[in-house]
């Protein structure tokens, strides 16, 4: 008779499992904790800090789509007994004289009646060429080109659509003129020069093409000014009607205007209390950068564009060195202070005292995969002794080398697509989406090939221990039975 094998009891079995369950979720602990302490390290951790405060404090500046200056500055840039500009680049100023009660809702008022006015006689690109500096374009031609087209469009309709445009009397027989031109643009109304493409208004109903009408004329008033929108209608009745919407257009383009500039009254409080301190001789000029972070002279002839950048690594290494804390203080009087206080818990796992947090969980999630492995090699019979510990080691680090991965595959495209375009444009889960998108493309590109090598490198072991494991198997299914006593 040959000697068959003993069945190992059930509760090693039950040992065995718990162990490889407990070397995987430890294993999967440690890839974390691993690409984390490399995030944090001295040489990535400033640099993953900066381009998180990127996210933070510079919003879309590198697409022109948010604030462009971080309140870098070597002064307050306030000559006393001189105009202030209410908002650096708006082109509004108001007189040192006004100064004592002039109050942000009075900036913002005057602000938004100085633009309405300017878009309404000379149009949009003149108003940006000739008040405006170009890092508020973006804004302020998001403002305009939107709520403000809508706004003077509901204005114009209270008028025009009565007149004719509401049940077509006004209406050309636009059909024929396609019909008769094939090819070319048509004018549905009589007395408003304006051309359609056909297909525009094709199965359009005679209110709706009086709307299209409606809509071109608010946005011709936006983009060239009200006499010019004014000059393409040639009927006495619908310039009647056009004159009379342009003052309630005028007040409704100064309330939407206002309304948006609701997020720039603090860089407009802190602007009136500058010029204020700067009249008064109450202070000394503004350090350079925010709260004195860096002496003048090392912000001296960079563009905006560097200051930042030489504000954003200085601020990163303190914040490394420091944690997140001094960020507020730092930043005290800058109106994104509240945004690096809301993302102290982001910052917080990569400066210095995260990266020390991050080797004492790999050092602890380590010693647990050891524990486990040491079990399952114990207690495992045959080829499980090697094949268990193995696919634990596989089945942790999958997770974080298939995200590692993924993310840097993707990471340049990411980038290339910007910031999403609002819960208004995008839902809610694509906003959410776009979001991790951007946090995402804003890893440093070493960190995340690290990340790549790091879990490669511990699951390979863990393929070579399967492989092990199943030539051991092998092996012993060619090795001839010993026989028993009998």
Do not use: K
Not at 363 to 387: E, K, P
Request: charged fraction near 20%; glycine fraction near 10%.
């Amino acid at each position: 008779m040959f000697a068959g094998p003993t069945r190992p009891p059930a509760w090693h079995r039950d040992l065995v499992w718990i162990a490889g369950v407990l070397a995987c979720v430890a294993t999967l602990t440690l890839a974390g904790s691993l690409t984390w302490a490399r995030l944090a390290e001295p040489e990535t951790g400033p640099a993953t800090v900066r381009e998180a405060l990127r996210v933070t404090l510079l919003p879309g500046a590198e697409d022109g789509a948010g604030e462009v200056a971080l309140q870098v500055r070597t002064a307050s840039g306030i000559e006393p007994g001189t105009p202030v500009e209410v908002l650096s680049g708006s082109g509004v100023f108001v007189d040192p004289t006004e100064l004592g009660d002039f109050e942000v809702a009075d900036a913002v008022g005057r602000i938004a009646g100085v633009w309405s006015e300017t878009v309404l006689e000379v149009g949009l690109e003149a108003l940006l060429a000739e008040r405006i500096d170009a890092e508020l374009h973006g804004p302020v031609r998001r403002i305009l080109s939107d709520p403000g087209v809508r706004v003077v469009e509901a204005e114009l309709s209270r008028t025009l659509m009565p007149a004719g445009l509401n049940d077509g009397s006004r209406l050309a027989n636009w059909p024929l003129q396609a019909q008769q031109n094939p090819g070319e643009p048509v004018q549905p109304v009589v007395g408003l020069f304006q051309f359609f493409d056909p297909q525009e208004l094709e199965g359009a109903t005679n209110r709706q093409v009086g709307e299209a009408a409606v809509r071109r004329l608010a946005e011709a008033a936006l983009d060239e000014g009200t006499e010019a929108a004014r000059a393409t209608v040639a009927n006495a009745t619908l310039q009647a009607a056009y004159d009379a919407a342009l003052e309630p257009a005028r007040a409704a383009l100064h309330e939407t205007i206002a309304a948006a500039l609701a997020t720039a009254e603090p860089a407009i409080e802190t602007r009136l209390d500058e010029a204020r301190a700067a009249n008064a001789a109450a202070s000394e000029p503004a350090a350079a950068g925010p709260a004195g972070l860096l002496p003048a002279e090392a912000l001296a002839g960079l563009t905006p564009e560097e200051a930042n950048e030489r504000v954003l690594a200085e601020l990163a290494q303190r914040v490394w060195d420091e944690g997140p804390g001094p960020v507020a203080s730092v930043l005290e009087g800058d109106p994104r202070a509240e945004r690096a206080a809301a993302a102290a818990p982001a910052l917080a796992p990569f400066t210095r005292d995260g990266h020390r947090r991050a080797r004492t969980a790999a050092f602890l999630s380590g010693a647990a995969v050891l524990l486990g492995w040491a079990v399952m090699a114990t207690f495992a019979r045959g080829a499980g002794r090697w094949t268990r510990p193995g696919a634990a080691i596989v089945l942790g680090t999958a997770p974080v080398a298939a995200l590692a991965w993924w993310v840097g595959a993707r990471r340049e495209g990411w980038a290339a697509a910007g910031w999403p375009g609002g819960v208004a444009e995008e839902g809610l889960i694509g906003q959410a989406l776009g979001l991790v998108r951007v946090a995402a493309a804003a890893l440093p590109a070493d960190a995340v090939e690290a990340s790549v090598r790091i879990t490669t490198v511990v699951g390979g072991m863990g393929l070579v221990l399967i492989m092990v494991g199943a030539l051991w198997a092998a092996a012993v299914s060619v090795r001839p039975r010993r026989r028993g006593p009998f």
